[in-house]
């Protein structure tokens, strides 16, 4: 069985990459944040060709590629995060303090529903 990756590996790993072959200027820092709506636009193909709304396709897509669309989405926004927070570790740390804050919100509308 393959070892367990975390998204932070992997966004590590990935910006890595990224950054020996496009260096971190601001033009490249705009590529990673645009990346999420690139990926996005796939998402939405995948959910048009998981429910046929494309008469001329009919079903063109299966559930795991849409799923798989979705947690690329993730990973291109994280990698932004990751790029304009300072790496990984720093994204987490921001993604779990914005998560904390919106919490109760979330619990107080749970309540009044």
Same mark, same amino acid.
């Given at each position: 069985?393959?070892?367990?990756? !975390?998204? /932070?590996?992997? $966004?590590?790993?990935?910006?890595?990459?990224?950054?020996?072959?496009?260096?971190? !200027?601001?033009?490249?820092?705009?590529?990673?944040?645009?990346?999420?709506?690139?990926?996005?636009?796939? $998402?939405? #193909?995948?959910?048009?060709?998981?429910?046929?709304?494309?008469?001329?396709?009919?079903?063109?897509? !299966?559930?795991?590629?849409? !799923?798989?669309?979705?947690?690329?989405?993730?990973?291109? /926004?994280?990698?932004?995060?990751?790029? $304009?927070?300072?790496?990984?570790?720093?994204?987490?740390?921001?993604? #779990?303090?914005?998560?904390?804050?919106?919490?109760?919100?979330?619990?107080?509308?749970?309540?009044?529903?």
């Amino acid at each position: 069985m393959a070892k367990q990756i !975390t998204l /932070a590996q992997h $966004v590590r790993l990935l910006l890595t990459w990224l950054d020996a072959a496009n260096p971190r !200027t601001e033009h490249e820092i705009a590529m990673r944040i645009m990346k999420i709506g690139e990926e996005f636009g796939e $998402v939405v #193909s995948a959910y048009i060709g998981v429910t046929g709304q494309n008469p001329r396709k009919g079903v063109s897509a !299966t559930h795991a590629e849409l !799923t798989g669309e979705l947690c690329d989405v993730i990973i291109a /926004a994280m990698s932004a995060l990751a790029t $304009v927070a300072g790496g990984p570790e720093d994204a987490e740390k921001i993604l #779990s303090t914005h998560i904390a804050a919106r919490y109760p919100r979330l619990l107080r509308l749970l309540d009044a529903a």
